[in-house]
């Protein structure tokens, strides 16, 4: 958003009057032996004087001027509305199993898709059997789905819900909330095509159980998703996807919040859906 510029304040100062000079005849000596009078000015004495008042009035006139006296910029000079506007296209607003869907078929359709698929698979609802097998029927290309299903189900076992703490649907114990959530911090295309790309996800996660008792608190990661797209004639689905670690900034001095601020961040704050 951009303001147009205002000018304003005084005009130029104006310089009244008119100067007039009389030339007085020198008068017959009363004396003819006494001193004679002084004659009148030569005209270069005149003009030495009246090229002084000019300059002087010049000066004045200058010094009167005001920096903010309307320059009458046209009006083309102005800085266009869309000069600040964000670049990319908008967000889908489409849903297929409660999942942005509708991604365009180019190469910011194909980021957009990678982003949003990133949101779901590096969330909360992946600890439930139920809503697991929901995000990857929505996000996963039909010759890929029941091998990336599978997949799934084996690294959310029963086994690791356990380790976490977690009941076998996913659910953290009384008085504590489970926090796994992924933010994109950016996407790259590796390749594309009209009917495939491979993009990458930089991520932040936050992943952990708030509460005095918990044995896992909540910390934070930062990772690359790797995923394999492929287009299936009206958006982009999953084909295969990878994860490892970094790049990781520096941590920054600030102090750590509490178990309930956390618990209560991840509650009250709700999640975007993300556009290239």
């Known amino acids: 958003m951009s303001n147009d510029d205002q000018y304003g304040g005084a005009g130029h100062g104006a310089v ?13 000596p009363a004396d003819p032996y006494g001193p004679a009078r002084r004659t009148a000015r030569t005209s270069r004495s005149l003009v030495t004087v ?31 509305a869309t000069s600040t506007t964000a670049t990319g296209t908008d967000p889908v ?7 942005p869907s509708g991604f365009a078929q180019d190469q910011q359709g194909a980021q957009s898709a990678a982003a949003n698929f990133a949101v779901a698979l590096g969330s909360d609802a992946m600890f439930n059997p139920a809503r697991r097998h929901s995000i990857v029927d929505a996000i ?3 010759g890929s789905r029941t091998r990336l299903q599978a997949a799934f189900d084996a ?5 690791l819900l356990a380790q976490i703490g977690l ?14 959530r992924t933010v994109p911090a950016g996407t790259k295309v590796k390749t ?9 996800v930089w991520c932040i996660g ?10 896992r608190p909540v910390t934070s990661s930062w990772f690359t998703l790797s995923m394999t797209l492929k287009w299936n004639g009206s958006d982009w689905k999953v084909v295969e996807t990878s994860q490892k670690d970094g790049p990781t900034p520096v941590t920054g001095d600030v102090p750590v919040s509490t178990s309930d601020e956390i618990g209560s961040a991840v509650t009250e704050f709700g999640g975007f859906t993300y556009a290239r």
């Open 16 to 28: 009244g009057g008119t100067g007039q000079t009389r030339t007085r005849l020198p008068e017959a």
């Open 50 to 80: 009246v090229g002084v008042v000019v300059l002087l009035i010049a000066a004045i006139a200058f010094a009167n001027q005001s920096p903010d006296t309307p320059d009458d910029r046209p009006a083309d000079d102005a800085p266009a």
């Open 93 to 99: 607003t489409g849903k297929q199993g409660g999942l």
């Open 140 to 142: 996963a290309e039909d």
């Open 155 to 159: 690294d959310y076992s029963a086994g």
């Open 167 to 180: 009941t076998k649907d996913g659910l953290a114990p009384t008085g504590s909330t489970f926090v796994n």
């Open 192 to 200: 594309f095509s009209a009917g495939s790309a491979s993009v990458d």
């Open 206 to 215: 936050m992943f952990g159980l708030t509460g005095d008792k918990s044995t």
